[in-house]
């Protein structure tokens, strides 16, 4: 079964600029589109960045200008460098496939993000 292992998250203050990863097991990663998803404090989950396979790449407004999201096929990796950060960025950050189907992995345990005001 697929593993997704989110880490990089911490307390930083508002204008700062955090990277975070993600490493996937396993050989789905290459052919699939990911995205970075974060849930904000009593919240829905929501979609904030997305990659294809190929690398062509799409933002949610809220980010859009600020985030930017990359991956390497060759590690299993996909990145999210967050610049210009601010309090409403405050969420646990996780990632997954997109579009998640049922056979989409489980969602890892995230990392947390804090950005103080």
């Known amino acids: 079964q697929v593993q997704l292992v989110e880490s990089g998250g911490g307390l930083v203050q508002a204008g700062g600029s955090l990277r975070l990863s993600c490493a996937a097991s396993?050989?789905?990663?290459?052919?699939?589109?990911m995205g970075w998803y974060r849930q904000p404090p009593g919240k829905q989950r929501e979609m904030v960045a997305s990659?294809?396979?190929?690398?062509?790449?799409q933002y949610a407004e809220s980010v859009k200008g600020r985030f930017t999201i990359s991956r390497d096929n060759a590690k299993n990796t996909v990145y999210l460098q967050m610049t210009s950060l601010k309090p409403e960025d405050t969420a646990v950050y996780y990632c997954?496939?997109?579009?998640?189907?049922?056979?989409?992995?489980?969602w890892g345990q995230g990392t947390q993000v804090t950005v103080s005001s």
């Open positions: 997954n496939v997109v579009p998640r189907t049922v056979l989409a992995p489980s």
């Open positions: 396993g050989s789905i990663f290459s052919r699939k589109t």
């Open positions: 990659i294809r396979s190929g690398g062509m790449t």
